[in-house]
T-cell receptor
Framework: DAGVTQSPTHLIKTRGQQVTLRCSPK?????VSWYQQALGQGPQFIFQ???????QRGNFPDRFSGHQFPNYSSELNVNALLLGDSALYLC?????????????FGQGTRLTVV | AQSVTQLDSHVSVSEGTPVLLRCNYS??????LFWYVQHPNKGLQLLLK??????LVKGINGFEAEFKKSETSFHLTKPSAHMSDAAEYFC????????????????FGQGTILTVHP
């Protein structure tokens, strides 16, 4: 079982650019959530996707958008990058139904905006 | 609304001594609570979870936590620290979504960095 995989592992972008981060959920999982973890902080919830729809959203601007594909994988897109978007972006997958619905996390994508 | 407060940003212990990481939570509904651990350059790993069953929860690597509703606390303990326990620990609160089979957003505390001295 490959677990949750994210790509790329590291990324450097310039202010104003756009970035796409990718996530493949753990086998058998159908729900994907994204989190932003700034240096020295706990992860902050961005949004959750289920059945290819955004089901819940945190306090992030519209520059942050996402997508879920029929195979349950997901993308996080960030437009008009700001220096403050530099962070570790974590993807978490879970099952919508069943007793073991805790979230499993990927290793993250470290985004640096310069 | 839900929130988590981890009362210590850093905890330092000697190997073989007990560990106590403190967490208080707030939730408008019956909460589910978790402790995750994050080793440097690694993802988050679930240590244990409380989901309204037994209030004393046992997790991996000898960790356990006790849910105390009257104190709104969920402190993490371990009888004897090991060098490999050095990491950052996050207390997390969430609630089951309508229908009661899956979780919505996880709300994390600010984290507690555990240092273990030889």
């Amino acid at each position: 079982d490959a677990g949750v995989t994210q790509s790329p592992t590291h990324l450097i972008k310039t202010r104003g650019q756009q970035v796409t981060l990718r996530c493949s959920p753990k086998s058998g999982h159908d729900t994907v959530s994204w989190y932003q973890q700034a240096l020295g902080q706990g992860p902050q919830f961005i949004f959750q996707y289920y059945e290819e729809e955004e089901r819940q959203r945190g306090n992030f601007p519209d520059r942050f958008s996402g997508h879920q594909f029929p195979n349950y994988s997901s993308e996080l897109n960030v437009n008009a990058l700001l220096l403050g978007d530099s962070a570790l972006y974590l993807c978490a997958s879970s099952k919508d139904r069943g007793s073991n619905t805790e979230a499993f996390f990927g290793q993250g994508t470290r985004l640096t905006v310069v | 609304a839900q929130s988590v407060t981890q009362l210590d940003s850093h905890v330092s212990v000697s190997e073989g001594t007990p560990v106590l990481l403190r967490c208080n939570y707030s939730s408008s509904y019956s909460p589910s609570l978790f402790w995750y651990v994050q080793h440097p350059n690694k993802g988050l790993q679930l240590l244990l979870k409380y989901t309204s069953a037994a209030t004393l929860v046992k997790g991996i690597n000898g960790f356990e936590a006790e849910f105390k509703k009257s104190e709104t606390s969920f402190h993490l303990t371990k009888p004897s620290a090991h060098m490999s326990d050095a990491a950052e620990y996050f207390c997390v609160v969430t609630v089951l979504r309508y229908g009661g089979t899956s979780y919505g957003k996880l709300t994390f505390g600010q984290g507690t960095i555990l240092t273990v001295h030889p």
